[in-house]
T-cell receptor, first 114, second 113 residues
């Protein structure tokens, strides 16, 4: 019930194309859904996040679409660039009342070809 | 503004040894969480510290313990190291304990031989 399932495992996109990464969750107590970008040898960097009362959030070329009834959310990267090549993780956050923890998906390795 | 810092960058230990990893949170943050990231996987929550107390723990054995100091910095200790403990250990800080955004440090790469 704590799992977050992410797909695809890897994705290859041409420069200028749209990259789409999908995630699904089971626990309806999750109340915050961030996406992280991780380059080799670095820690994850917060990219964009959404709350379940919002269906879409856009920041620059990055958009999160959220479907509460289907318990699914996705990251869209418009006009993908070679510099976007990295591993992307979706996550879901839950509060126990005295703490908050993130549950991560398994990651998507994105390669943007020049 | 310094982000989350971690030390050391890399560490090599042998099975059965003990290791201590260190983390300084982002300026103004008082909550620290630790995550383990095995190669090719997403980070797994170990525990969260706030007000020098462990507030929440993930599915990790008691060999994993931690500490938070009055200046909000934190240590992760792992005893009786196993080969399977080889991973990137990430520290994340947040403004306060129930705040949503968590900011990660660069991690400590632990190799157990």
């Amino acid at each position: 019930q704590q799992q977050v399932k992410q797909s695809p495992q890897s994705l290859i996109v041409q420069k200028g194309g749209i990259s789409i990464i999908n995630c699904a969750y089971e626990n309806t107590a999750f109340d915050y859904f961030p996406w992280y970008q991780q380059f080799p040898g670095k820690g994850p960097a917060l990219l964009i996040a959404i709350r379940p009362d919002v269906s879409e959030k856009k920041e620059g070329r990055f958009t999160i679409s959220f479907n509460k009834s289907a318990k699914q959310f996705s990251l869209h990267i418009m006009d993908s660039q070679p510099g976007d090549s990295a591993t992307y993780f979706c996550a879901a956050s839950i509060s126990s009342g005295s703490a908050r923890q993130l549950t991560f998906g398994s990651g998507t390795q994105l390669t943007v070809l020049p | 503004d310094a982000g989350v810092t971690q030390s050391p960058t890399h560490l090599i230990k042998t099975r059965g040894q003990q290791v201590t990893l260190r983390c300084s949170p982002k300026s103004g943050h008082d909550t620290v969480s630790w995550y383990q990231q095995a190669l090719g996987q997403g980070p797994q929550f170990i525990f969260q510290y706030y007000e020098e107390e462990e507030r929440q723990r993930g599915n990790f054995p008691d060999r994993f313990s931690g500490h938070q100091f009055p200046n909000y910095s934190s240590e992760l200790n792992v005893n009786a190291l196993l080969l399977g403990d080889s991973a990137l250990y990430l520290c994340a800080s947040s403004l306060t304990v129930l705040y949503n955004e968590q900011f990660f440090g660069p991690g400590t790469r632990l190799t157990v031989l």
